[in-house]
């Protein structure tokens, strides 16, 4: 950051924690643009400080390290998951032409993960919903596995390339799955 900046990882009720936690990442400095943000400021600015929409964790010598947007952790069931490090397993999968992951919570008192798959081949879809649950428990544990595996032949995605996760959830809470995984109590 700029030598005037400060940066702070803060828990759900802005407080800093301390190094090697995680929090949301928020910064603070002198530009002009902080003078320009009032009351009326968006979200992403509060009480003089700009939420950057990232979580990271500061160490005991001051290196700032970001693990992922907040949008992308989730909580299932008390674990926090990063979803872009699930994509990139999925869309590194043998026989994944598309991928992403996604929270439900239609099904469960808790976030359940779900995943959209566009298989390289159709007729191949079995093996490779097989194959990214093996690299899932393989790489995250068997916490990490999908509930609700769905197959189809198109991932939609904004202008902008990105998927809505959340548009994603709400749309496919009606459709029958690929594939179900019961949770073993």
């Known amino acids: 950051p700029i030598p005037t900046a400060r940066i702070e990882i803060v828990d759900v009720t802005d407080a800093p924690v301390p ?37 990271g964790f500061v160490s005991e010598e001051g290196e700032l390290t970001i693990i992922g947007r907040a949008n992308d952790i989730v909580n299932f069931g008390g674990v ?43 007729e191949d879809a079995e093996a490779t919903v097989s194959r990214v649950q093996e ?28 998927v809505s996760r959340q548009s994603l959830a709400a749309s496919l809470a009606k459709a029958t799955p690929f594939a179900i995984r019961r949770v073993e109590s």
């Not at 690299?135 to 991932?155: D, E, P, S, T």
Request: aromatic residues 8%; proline residues 4%; charged residues 25%.
């Open 19 to 55: 190094p090697m936690t995680i929090g949301a990442v928020r910064t603070r400095s002198d530009t002009t643009a902080a003078s320009v943000v009032g009351e009326n400021a968006p979200e992403i600015f509060r009480n003089g400080w700009f939420y950057t929409g990232d979580m």
């Open 80 to 122: 926090k998951l990063n979803m872009s490090s699930r994509d990139e397993l999925i869309l590194s999968t043998e026989g994944v032409k598309d991928g992403v992951c996604f929270a439900q919570s239609e099904f469960s008192v808790i976030n359940e993960l779900g995943i959209l798959l566009v298989p390289e081949i159709d």
């Open 135 to 162: 690299g899932l428990r393989a790489k995250f544990g068997a916490r990490a596995l999908a509930q609700r595996i769905y197959v189809a032949n198109i991932i939609p995605r904004g202008e902008n390339g990105k």
